[in-house]
């Protein structure tokens, strides 16, 4: 059993930064990949960006390579996803979630965060 919490998220600015947070409870922390998702109002959860168990490993959306940089600290059971450069469309609530394989696939991930807003004013 793995549980995550979210946080970080917040209003920023079109072409400002902000920095998620994902806390993992459990001893197996490295032993999942993770992710990030993200629901707009009245859309799809869409894939944002995956990491390795390892850390070896990182996929990304179209829409957010470039911009978006996952990172995680196994020592600390935590994930990070940077985001600069932010979009109007990056407007949603955030979700990080694990898996037991590498994979952009939402029904890949077993466990579930809460959620965080991210809001970008144009």
């Known amino acids: 059993q793995v549980q995550l919490v979210e946080s970080g998220g917040g209003l920023v600015q079109a072409g400002g930064s902000l920095r998620l947070s994902c806390a993992a409870s459990?001893?197996?922390?490295?032993?999942?990949?993770m992710g990030w998702f993200r629901q707009a109002p009245g859309k799809e959860r869409q894939f944002v960006s995956a990491?390795?168990?390892?850390?070896?490993?990182?996929l990304y959306a179209d829409s957010v390579k470039g911009r978006f940089t996952i990172s995680r600290d196994n020592a600390e059971n935590i994930m990070y996803l940077q985001m600069n450069s932010l979009e109007p469309e990056d407007t949603a609530v955030y979700y990080c979630?694990?898996?037991?394989?590498?994979?952009?696939?939402?029904?890949?991930?077993?466990?579930w965060g809460q959620g965080t807003q991210v809001t970008v004013s144009s």
């Open positions: 990491i390795a168990g390892s850390g070896s490993g990182t």
């Open positions: 459990g001893r197996t922390f490295s032993s999942y990949a």
């Open positions: 979630a694990a898996a037991l394989y590498f994979s952009a696939t939402t029904s890949r991930y077993n466990y």
